[in-house]
């Protein structure tokens, strides 16, 4: 009998002014190494290497929690940093990792052979250990003419909690990433249906269990096309004056993992993202508490392992007697009909659990535990439609479902 390891898959406003469309389009072209720059900043081999600048080792810190002013008694820091970053532009060229923008390549072209930064930022780490800063980065742009501008955005951490601004710079961002190919035209397109970058909206991240090291494959080609150097200044508490991050009212927060879970959950209604085939095991511990793992493939053919799924319904009915394994309730119809692209409703005068095809309701009937409707195997061929093709009760309770 084969069993399934699982595993985890998991701005202070900006103001911008305004500013011709001639610097629009320069401003453009810098932008997407300001993303490959906020990946190098945060790349761990770098952070751990011999001869790492200590930009990195601010980043670092800041990420970790760790008291920057270990001598202070209330925690309080600060910090100032000037940032060069010099660009391998003959690299970029030769690499295919920036767009074809044709024989004369204008767009780098454009892009200066260095760019400079400015950062400054004031945190605190409480006898609590909840990290706090307030971080302000500046790009600044060579004098040429009424056409230079410095651009600012902000980022502000409060214990686990990351936030940053969306504004007319993130925006710019999001769209070289499209054009550069480091998102997809559908997930772009799912990302800003759910994100508004003019009303002062802030983007949170959860940054607990973030692990550094995940970033280390990338560090060789990162260093590669940026040669950086730093210098960081500390100040004293004494000259420190305590500060509160600020509060975000809830409308103006968007939290990533939900923007994430969304996205994910439109793109497998989309040909070639959609899940194909999803191979199901059972499995019940020995605290008698049950679990469904699956084993998803993709129409593109690409397999994934999804995070296992903790199940309320009661299967002690199928381990007594295997033959009803195709007519007990034991299938989470939300989970798997979402899984297959598909969305489920609620009913509240029915109250049963409902999916719409050509334009008409499908209902399905089972029990409701804790808030779940479960179905039986049977159901979910009959009712909603999908084949089943191998079903198999052992040590464990394997299924394999189809698409049609």
Not at 250 to 264: A, G, P, Q
Request: glycine share 4%.
């Amino acid at each position: 009998m084969i069993t399934m390891k699982t595993m985890k898959t998991n701005s202070q406003k900006s103001k911008i002014s305004k500013i011709s469309k001639n610097n629009i389009r320069k401003i453009k072209k810098i932008a997407i190494l300001c993303v490959l720059l906020a990946l190098t900043l945060f790349l761990s081999s770098m952070l751990y290497s011999c001869t790492k600048p200590d930009i990195y080792v601010l980043v670092e810190n800041i990420l970790q929690n760790k008291n920057l002013n270990a001598k202070s008694p209330n925690g309080l820091y600060s910090f100032a940093a000037d940032l060069n970053i010099k660009i391998n532009k003959d690299y970029l060229r030769k690499s295919g990792l920036l767009p074809d923008f044709g024989k004369q390549n204008e767009e780098l072209d454009a892009v200066p052979e260095e760019l400079t930064f400015k950062i400054a930022g004031i945190g605190k780490n409480s006898e609590k250990n909840i990290s706090q800063f307030i971080m302000t980065f500046e790009l600044v742009l060579s004098a040429e003419n009424e056409e230079n501008q410095n651009l600012k955005t902000t980022a502000i951490k409060n214990g686990n909690r990351l936030y940053l601004e969306l504004n007319g710079v993130s925006r710019v961002i999001l769209d070289l990433l499209y054009s550069a190919g480091f998102i997809e035209a559908p997930v772009r397109t799912l990302f800003d249906k759910q994100v508004e970058f003019d009303n002062y909206y802030v983007l949170c991240f959860d940054l607990s269990g973030f692990d550094l090291k995940f970033f280390g494959k990338y560090s060789k080609e990162i260093e590669k096309i940026f040669t950086v150097q730093s210098n960081v200044k500390y100040y004293l508490s004494n000259n420190i004056k305590d500060f509160d991050v600020p509060e975000y009212g809830k409308n103006k927060v968007l939290y990533f993992s939900d923007i994430k879970d969304t996205i994910k959950k439109e793109l497998l209604k989309l040909p070639d993202y959609r899940y194909m085939e999803l191979y199901a095991v059972i499995e019940t511990d020995k605290n008698n508490n049950s679990f469904m793992n699956i084993l998803a493939t993709h129409e593109n053919g690409k397999k994934e392992i999804l995070e296992k799924v903790k199940l309320d319904c009661d299967l002690s009915k199928v381990w007594e007697n295997p033959s009803s394994l195709y007519l007990e309730d034991i299938l989470p119809l939300r989970y798997l009909l979402e899984l297959f692209g598909e969305t489920v409703g609620w009913d509240a005068n029915q109250k049963l659990a409902y999916t719409v095809k050509n334009g008409t309701q499908i209902f399905f009937y089972g029990p409701v535990i804790n808030s779940k409707t479960y179905i039986s195997i049977l159901q979910f061929m009959m009712v909603a439609g999908y084949d089943l093709k191998s079903a198999v009760i052992d040590d464990y309770i394997e299924f394999t479902f189809v698409r049609k």
